[in-house]
């Protein structure tokens, strides 16, 4: 490991890393058992619409998660607010105390990284549960298109 802290720098959070990479691998397992159990088959392949739903709701998720001021809250004890950041979304900076609450601080502000996790969710949804992660989906996708034209419609008012 101390090759690893030489190679890489003391200052990365390869403990927290670990621990985040382990409870990701350890919910895979455990959606994978429980569909399983259930008697959940896996689709031969998923539709470009359902594929699309699923991109346009990750996409929008994951900045919920990570950007927008609502969330805050559920950030606050792994960043610090910094200033805003544009259309209801902020600019936090992540606490380093300690790896984990580092590793989840990067994790939960970035939509990149935290995409991951929300695409595997709704497409473990669209297994086990997929009309309500159909219905989860859309909501999402016409939020997505709601920030559009809400961009669009300041840009032409000005």
Not at 7 to 26: I, Q
Not at 112 to 140: E, H, K
Request: proline residues 6%.
């Amino acid at each position: 490991m101390s090759e690893i802290r030489q190679a890489y720098g003391e200052s990365r959070p390869l403990p927290g890393y670990l621990l985040a990479m382990g409870t990701y691998a350890a919910i895979i397992g455990a959606v994978s058992v429980a569909g399983r159990r259930s008697g959940a088959r896996l689709p031969e392949r998923f539709s470009f619409a359902d594929t699309a739903l699923v991109s346009v709701a990750t996409h929008k998720l994951s900045r919920l998660i990570t950007k927008e001021a609502v969330t805050s809250p559920l950030r606050a004890p792994f960043t610090r607010y910094e200033e805003p950041a544009g259309h209801a979304e902020l600019k936090e900076s992540v606490r380093s105390h300690n790896p984990a609450q580092h590793a989840i601080g990067e994790l939960l502000t970035c939509p990149f990284c935290i995409a991951v996790w929300v695409a595997s969710g709704l497409t473990a949804g669209m297994v086990l549960a997929p009309r309500v992660t159909r219905l989860v989906s859309t909501a999402f996708t016409a939020v997505a298109a709601s920030d559009v034209l809400n961009l669009v419609y300041d840009k032409l008012k000005s």
